[in-house]
């Protein structure tokens, strides 16, 4: 739900920025960035179907600064 830096991220699984791209290519077809976005769009699917909270609010749950970045995503 936070802004991430390819940096803190690399850090985090003990790979290089490039063996980090790399292998995330690789693995799912996706930039590190792509494959975040698409896990909050999946998170946010799921917080639609299952609650009523507002898009807004969502948006906000999952790590977008509005609503529409949040609608963006989604196309």
């Known amino acids: 739900h936070r802004d991430i830096s390819l940096q803190e991220l690399s850090d985090e699984v003990g790979l290089s920025l490039w063996h980090l791209i790399r292998a995330c290519k690789v693995e799912t077809g996706r930039t590190p960035h792509q494959w975040i976005i698409d896990r909050r769009v999946d998170r946010a699917k799921m917080l639609l179907s299952e609650t009523d909270d507002l898009i807004g609010d ?4 999952v790590g977008f600064k509005s609503r529409q970045g949040l609608h963006a995503a989604f196309q």
């Open 58 to 61: 969502i948006a906000a749950d």
